[in-house]
């Protein structure tokens, strides 16, 4: 059975994501479902009956969140395109970074370049993989990405983006010595290196990648 630890957020809250039921029904365990309002959490355990019993339920702002385990894989469904802030999308990756462990992976969705540059009356940041990157940092490196468009209940096109990264503590910075040029170097921070990505983590995100959540 698989037991990878992951974590999922969501702009759409538990009451319509239902990411968290296909993980359950293929086996998965030690999952988290993040979200700032507690009425679609509870709305998420009352669905899954028993089932949810077996998920961590954490209600919080992911941008003031303290994670208190690491994670595998880290799923957002569009809550990262409400950060328009500066200051909250700096918050966010430290939390993010905070939460995976060495060698875990990122699955990030937002609105794309295309896509609405407002969403509930509210104005979103939109992303290419290259933007969201440059965003991340230097700890996560892009594995995949790609688009997909959703029609919404009234018939609206919206355009997403889903980009999978892995991180590490890797990371480039450039080195001065008297009158020698200034050379990047990459250093590992990581005293093991990164872990090896485990075959259920491969399948989690495959999951993020290949299906709309």
Known sequence: MPAV???????????????????LD????????LD??????????????????????????VTTWGPSEHYGVWHDRAAFHFLTDEKDRHAYVLRLE???????????????????????????????SSGLTAVLGPKFRLLASREAERRTPWGA??????????????????????????????VNMSASGPERQSRDEADISRTGRDRRF
């Not at 630890?5 to 239902?18: P, Q």
Request: hydrophobic share 40%; glycine share 10%.
């Open 5 to 23: 630890r992951a974590i999922h957020s969501s702009d759409r809250g538990g009451r319509a994501s239902r990411l968290v039921d296909a993980l």
């Open 26 to 33: 293929d086996g998965y365990r030690n999952l988290t479902v």
């Open 36 to 61: 700032l309002s507690k009425a679609a959490l509870a709305a998420s355990r009352e669905r899954l009956g028993l089932c949810g019993e077996t998920v961590t339920w954490v209600a919080a702002d």
């Open 98 to 128: 905070q939460a995976l462990r060495e060698g875990g992976e990122a699955i990030i969705g937002t609105f794309a370049l295309n896509g609405p540059e407002r969403c509930s009356g509210l104005p979103m940041m939109r992303y290419d």
């Open 157 to 186: 096109s919206q355009v997403f983006q889903f980009s999978r990264f892995s991180f590490s503590l890797a990371q480039s910075y450039v080195v001065c010595s008297g009158s020698e040029k200034a050379r990047r170097q990459t």
